[in-house]
């Protein structure tokens, strides 16, 4: 079993409280630009008169940029160092992000997406590292669970807003929004965030041939059996939160239910989502990679009473939320424990391949949901019944994890 790396004990005081407060900024305006897609959709079909399943690789346009852009930056952050890569990625996701508001079809509404996708890839993993770095002992795991959760109120945020629109044309808001505001934070986290001192002394080691941090040691002997089974987690869990989260506005519209209470449903579910991020920070330093098993098969029944029940739309609310809790907190979990199973000389390249890899479940997710579309089998039931695989397998996964690595 993999012990714990530890960095420099270090009372945690204002300093590190005001990083903590930059990295859960970074991640809060990350969150609201992953999710703004999902909820510019339904404006989208009725501003441009397209089918829904029409927008499928648009809604997967920006995952296959994460897939791009966390591996690629996570390698980048190991070298050239956390701050740099979180400012570089948050100023390239920004301005393709405020060029998606000007998009004029769904071919440059793709390619933007994807462009976008790359800058967003680059954010979460250096955010992870830099925060498993920044504080000591029985904090580490909860700060670095924590500061994820700004990823789930960056959908709550972006879910308020959406509700609150009623034109057509409104989504472009959405984008305007989700562009300027991590502009914002590249500039206060160049000018206030400090380098990790994690990161720097391994870069000292490294240029003095002490230590060599190659690629492969995410499978060298101690890690060959966790790594596929992270990436195997990872994967499971982010096709069952993408399908969810990109199609359940408009299959709930499809359902007959008002644009307005699609909005307010996926809120919930993003709420449910920030709710379960901060019950996994509290809990992950105490019951370890444990917890995240836990979160996953509650998940599987959750959606397994949502597949087979139906229920009237307060009760549907409520299991969201429910539902939220457990896939979205789970997300939240798996990222801190990432975070924290790997050493500071490959930490960032190993969440970023985690995520890499997990975004070829996320990716699937939306062109599931587009193939349930043209079946014709959307119905919300429908939508709940098809993660059960994934999020099962994620499960498996993560039982075996917490029998090869300890955090």
């Known amino acids: 079993m993999l012990a714990p790396h530890s960095v420099a004990e270090e009372k945690f005081g204002a300093r590190q409280a005001l990083s903590f407060a930059l990295l859960f900024l970074a991640l809060l305006a990350d969150g609201f630009d992953l999710q703004a897609m999902a909820f510019a959709a339904p404006g989208l079909v009725r501003e441009w008169g397209t089918s829904r399943a029409a927008l499928a690789p648009a809604l997967s346009a920006g995952l296959v940029g994460v897939l791009v852009g966390a591996p690629l ?3 980048l952050g190991d070298r050239i160092g956390r701050k740099r890569t979180i400012v570089l990625g948050s100023v390239v996701y920004g301005l393709f992000c405020l060029a998606t508001a000007a998009a004029g079809s769904i071919e440059q509404l793709i390619v933007l997406r994807f462009l976008t996708g790359i800058g967003l890839g680059g954010v979460l993993p250096n955010v992870i590292a830099q925060t498993a770095e920044l504080a000591t002992g029985r904090l ?10 700004g990823i789930s109120l960056g959908g709550v945020t972006v879910g308020l807003v959406a509700a609150g629109m009623g034109d057509s044309g ?42 060599k941090a190659a690629v ?8 060959r059996g966790v790594t596929p089974f992270v990436w195997l987690m990872f994967a499971g869990l982010l096709m069952t939160v993408y399908l969810l989260t990109s199609w359940l506005p408009l299959v709930l519209e499809g359902s007959g239910m008002s644009a307005r209470g699609a909005a307010v449903m996926n809120t919930i579910l993003q709420f449910g989502g920030a709710v379960g991020g901060v019950l996994a920070s509290l809990l992950l330093g105490r019951f370890g990679l444990k917890l995240t098993p836990f979160l996953l098969g509650t998940a599987w029944l959750t959606l397994l009473l949502l597949a087979f029940v139906p229920v009237p739309e ?19 979990a798996i990222n801190a424990s990432a975070g924290l199973i790997y050493p500071a000389s490959i930490r960032a390249r190993g969440v970023g391949s985690a995520l890499g890899v997990g975004r070829l479940g996320s990716i699937a997710g939306p062109f599931l949901g587009a193939a349930l579309v043209g079946l014709g089998a959307a119905g919300r ?14 499960f498996i996964a993560a039982v075996i994890l917490t029998r090869r690595a300890s955090i």
Do not use: K, N
């Open 381 to 394: 039931q429908d939508l709940f019944f098809v993660p059960l695989v994934p999020i099962g397998i994620a």
């Open 140 to 149: 580490r795991p909860l700060l670095t669970a924590l500061v994820t959760v």
């Open 216 to 223: 492969s040691a995410l499978f060298d002997h101690q890690y």
């Open 73 to 75: 930056f996570g390698l």
């Open 170 to 211: 409104a989504w472009r808001t959405l984008f305007v929004i989700g562009g300027v505001v991590p502009l914002i934070v590249a500039g206060l986290v160049m000018a206030l965030l400090p380098e990790s001192r994690a990161f720097l002394a391994v870069r000292e080691r490294v240029a003095e041939g002490g230590e």
């Open 314 to 332: 307060v009760a549907l609310g409520a299991i969201l939320g429910l539902c939220g809790i457990c896939v979205i907190g789970g997300q939240t």
